[in-house]
């Protein structure tokens, strides 16, 4: 089993991170955590705290001389914003007179139920943590697993197929070049018109002091039958992965395969039939995006997720101040005009945590070396049937 832990607010010297139950023996690269932490902060329409930050993980237990030793990893990522708020978000310091407590909760956040809930009055103290800033945590976490995935042939991208209302299925049909195409595009999609009218929509809502959501796709490939478990709700594979996309910061629906679109359509239509090629099962078709009955199928995994505008609004919706009742506009933090691209970028490493997990789950071992035995006499197994 793995699991992790992070800490720290958006603010705060730094984010924290530790993993435990990762497995040891696997060769690590600093460097490729790095390229995810960098990739999230791309994205056309990303705010001003991007050229403040250049995210990088710093390891400082788990690993020696390069591979994982089997015990927790921890890592850190420096907020370099933190030099800007020393006095605001000092850790033992009496806070300092001309501070501004935030009081307007902003619609859409975790601002007001979370001033409720945690008896807060000043606001900052719930959206600090609330901040999308923490899906660093995930992203480096999901590096982490994707290093152990790759070394098993599997491996995770995802695209932008919509910004708001503009859509594009396109995309190149061999995988090295689809994902050679959406990391050069700026919306992270395979389509130049898509991607062209998808930066006026977000150029539009920038203009209007307003903010714009979108759709991403996550595709996994390579792997095996049989991860995930349809005997108990809480093995099913959809759900956990379904549960996961949720849990980033403003994803608001997830689909799998056809998803909401298979609620239009007979079941003939919808059903991927089952063929035999003298090797191994073939699937004509995807449209259960690689899980059946909570379990892969042995096709590629595919599965999409809806995302709000975020809700910070430079033109702010009206909110009432939780100190005196009366109606204003919200607060105003700095924010992102649109983080689609990004939250792809987070997606594809949160969904590679949960493969990983799901794949720990069905070959278990404590050094890579014991897994690659079990994956082994598996895919031995799985040739037979
Ligand atoms: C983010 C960091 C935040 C925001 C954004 C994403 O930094 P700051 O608040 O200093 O500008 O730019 O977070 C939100 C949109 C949000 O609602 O919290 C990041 O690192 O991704």
Redesign the pocket.
């Known amino acids: 089993m793995i699991r992790y832990l992070s800490a720290g607010e958006?603010?705060g010297p730094e984010l924290t991170v530790i993993v435990e139950g990762f497995p040891s023996n696997l060769k690590v690269s600093k460097a490729d955590i790095d390229e995810q932490l960098r990739r999230r902060q791309l994205g056309y329409g990303r705010?001003?705290?991007?050229q403040i930050?250049s995210d990088q993980v710093e390891i400082t237990s788990g690993v020696r001389f390069g591979y994982t030793l089997g015990s927790p990893i921890t890592m850190h990522v420096v907020n370099k914003?933190f030099k800007n708020w020393t006095e605001k978000m000092s850790v033992w310091d009496a806070p300092p007179e001309n501070l501004k407590q935030v009081t307007r909760p902003r619609p859409g956040?975790a601002d007001l139920a979370g001033a409720i809930k945690y008896d807060h009055e000043d606001i900052r103290n719930v959206?600090e943590r609330?901040?999308?800033?923490n899906?660093?945590t995930m992203v480096a976490v999901g590096a982490l697993a994707r290093q152990l995935l790759a070394h098993f042939g599997i491996e995770v991208a995802a695209h932008v197929v919509e910004i708001g209302g503009v859509t594009t299925s396109k995309m190149p049909e061999e995988w090295d070049e689809f994902v050679s195409v959406i990391n050069q595009s700026q919306v992270r999609v395979a389509d130049p018109n898509a991607e062209s009218q998808m930066i006026v929509k977000i150029d539009e809502a920038k203009d209007r002091g307003d903010t714009v959501g979108g759709v991403f796709e996550v595709i996994v490939k390579g792997c095996p039958i049989g991860l995930g478990s349809h005997v108990h709700p809480d093995r099913k594979l959809d759900g956990r992965l379904a549960g996961a996309l949720m849990s980033i910061?403003a994803i608001k629906g997830v689909e799998i395969g056809l998803g909401f679109e298979a609620a239009h359509r007979f079941g003939s239509q919808v059903h991927d039939p089952i063929g035999y090629n003298g090797i191994h099962y073939t699937r004509p078709t995807n449209g259960a995006g690689g899980l059946e009955g909570g379990v892969t199928n042995g096709e590629p995994i595919v599965v999409r997720a809806a995302m709000k505008p975020?809700?910070?609004l430079y033109k702010p919706l009206n909110s009432v101040d939780m100190g005196t009742k009366a109606v204003e506009p919200a607060a105003v933090?700095?924010?992102?005009y649109c983080?689609v691209p990004?939250a792809s970028v987070v997606a594809e490493n949160v969904v590679a945590w949960v493969i990983a997990e799901a794949f720990l789950d069905k070959f278990s071992g404590d050094s890579v070396e014991q897994i690659r035995e079990w994956l082994t006499v598996y895919e031995q197994r799985v040739s037979r049937r």
Not at 47 to 50: A, H, T, Y
Not at 130 to 133: E, M, T
């Open positions: 958006s603010h705010g001003r705290r991007m930050e914003d956040h959206l609330a901040s999308a800033r899906t660093a910061q975020i809700s910070t933090e700095r924010s992102d983080a990004a």
